[in-house]
């Protein structure tokens, strides 16, 4: 089993910079692949970066790349997510997920955090 819990989120202006943080327990988090990914209002939940267990392979969605950057550190068993440059289009929940493998799909993750709020205000 891996429980995660994210924070970080808030009420920034647009082109303001935001740190999430995705901490995970369980013996096997450090070896599991871990997605970010966002859900608007009315909206699919959608991917928005990864990150393989030994963070050597990262991968964005387009309408993040250059933006973000995913990252981890296995000793504290935290994944990061660093914004910038955020967009009133950036506003969604957050949410970390942890699988085996890792991909852009959903159902490729097997455990889920509650997720934060993020809201980029123009």
């Known amino acids: 089993q891996v429980q995660l819990v994210e924070s970080g989120g808030g009420l920034v202006q647009t082109g303001d910079s935001l740190q999430l943080s995705c901490e995970g327990s369980?013996?096997?988090?450090?070896?599991?692949?871990v997605g970010w990914f966002r859900q608007a209002p009315s909206k699919e939940r959608e991917f928005v970066a990864g990150?393989?267990?030994?963070?050597?392979?990262?991968y964005y969605a387009d309408s993040v790349k250059g933006r973000f950057t995913i990252s981890r550190d296995n000793a504290k068993n935290t994944v990061y997510l660093q914004m910038k440059s955020l967009k009133p289009e950036d506003t969604a929940v957050y949410y970390c997920?942890?699988?085996?493998?890792?991909?852009?799909?959903?159902?490729?993750?097997?455990?889920w955090g509650r997720g934060t709020q993020v809201t980029v205000s123009s």
């Open positions: 990150i393989g267990w030994s963070a050597g392979g990262t």
């Open positions: 369980g013996r096997t988090f450090s070896i599991s692949a």
């Open positions: 997920a942890a699988g085996e493998r890792g991909s852009y799909y959903l159902n490729s993750y097997d455990y």
